[in-house]
T-cell receptor, first 113, second 113 residues
Framework: DTGVSQNPRHKITKRGQNVTFRCDPI?????LYWYRQTLGQGPEFLTY????????KSRLLSDRFSAERPKGSFSTLEIQRTEQGDSAMYLC???????????FGQGTRLTVV | DQQVKQNSPSLSVQEGRISILNCDYT??????FLWYKKYPAEGPTFLISISSIKDKNEDGRFTVFLNKSAKHLSLHIVPSQPGDSAVYFCAASAKAAGNKLTFGGGTRVLVKP
């Protein structure tokens, strides 16, 4: 399977705990994006990487959120001290450097209780 | 401010008929437009796209029309099939902004047999 892979698919955590999600992009894709989707809304941009460089962060990404893409391959998104408002679907997408189509993974559904 | 809007939250259509989904945008910097299809608990699946230098793009049963002066695009699905029942998202991107996607709120399509 050469698509975008996200793990875990589901995560239930208690408020205040830290969580980390992983995204493995399509191997030849230089760009990797994180989005968040809440019920009834379209996905919202969080951050993106070009190779290992994080080029933009949305103001939605509070200081409790951090993303990394070491070596320009897979990426992790960590949320510290989770809050109930963090409950959402976290989506990862990748694209070629000059590409305009981004391809999404299955997402990680986070529930904070 | 919502830069991409899908004003119809839902659409019901008979199998075999045409489905028309609409999308409006406000940001003149957008130079690429995409449609994604999403099933529950899955990531968005890329359907079709169009560059701002074109006014029409066709792929099988799917056609996207772009009216740049009106900042409006539409997706036509003909003939509609029951498997087309899903939520459809319109998205826009700008090359100057790293091609990050700005999504509309989605239109839920139900195709009745």
């Amino acid at each position: 399977d050469t698509g975008v892979s996200q793990n875990p698919r589901h995560k239930i955590t208690k408020r205040g705990q830290n969580v980390t999600f992983r995204c493995d992009p399509i191997s030849e894709h230089n760009r990797l994006y994180w989005y968040r989707q809440t019920l009834g809304q379209g996905p919202e941009f969080l951050t993106y990487f070009q190779n290992e460089a994080q080029l933009e962060k949305s103001r939605l990404l509070s200081d409790r959120f951090s993303a990394e893409r070491p070596k320009g391959s897979f990426s992790t998104l960590e949320i510290q001290r989770t809050e109930q408002g963090d409950s959402a679907m976290y989506l990862c997408a990748s694209s070629r450097l000059q590409g305009t189509e981004a391809f999404f993974g299955q997402g990680t559904r986070l529930t904070v209780v | 401010d919502q830069q991409v809007k899908q004003n119809s939250p839902s659409l019901s259509v008979q199998e075999g008929r045409i489905s028309i989904l609409n999308c409006d945008y406000t940001n003149s910097m957008f130079d690429y437009f995409l449609w994604y299809k999403k099933y529950p608990a899955e990531g968005p699946t890329f359907l079709i796209s169009i560059s701002s230098i074109k006014d029409k793009n066709e792929d099988g049963r799917f056609t996207v029309f772009l009216n740049k002066s009106a900042k409006h695009l539409s997706l036509h699905i003909v003939p509609s099939q029951p498997g087309d029942s899903a939520v459809y998202f319109c998205a826009a991107s700008a090359k100057a902004a790293g091609n990050k996607l700005t999504f509309g709120g989605g239109t839920r399509v139900l195709v009745k047999p």
